[in-house]
């Protein structure tokens, strides 16, 4: 059986890390975006974003190719807010031997903005504050899965 590639697809706040965690028990490795750039840059880096999230991203890449070359499961806690980047993603995994699924962490608007209050009051060590200006522009930009093989996550 080919490993499996979970592909975490939702907006802060809608849980994917947590999922994250309980499935790497199951043995996947779990690579969340985040995490690496908190352990690469720090908690707080002001300029370079975008270069340092896409290096990060090509890196971890790289270790989820090797991991499906190894037979082993992977989680990529990256978000996939765009359909774009998630064929992308779809395409990659299978040419590099292994199969995804796609989870979609659905939470209405009013959820999401209470939950990221609550992580912003009480879990910044791992997690960016984020703002409802901010929340309001990220649900704005998201691209919901419809028809594309996605399994809902609530």
Known sequence: ???????????????????????????????????????????HFDSGYDEKEAETKRQLREICAENITAEKSVILD???????????YKKFVEQSGGQWKLLYFRVSESELKQRLKIRNENDLDRNHHISEELTDNFISEFESPTGEGEEIIR
């Open 1 to 43: 059986m080919k490993p499996i590639v979970y592909l975490l697809c939702g907006l802060p706040g809608s849980g994917k890390t947590s999922y994250a965690r309980e499935l790497e028990k199951s043995g996947a490795v779990r690579l969340t975006l985040d995490e690496e750039l908190f352990k690469r840059f720090g908690r």
């Open 78 to 88: 990256f978000g996939f807010w765009k359909k774009a980047v998630r064929d992308e």
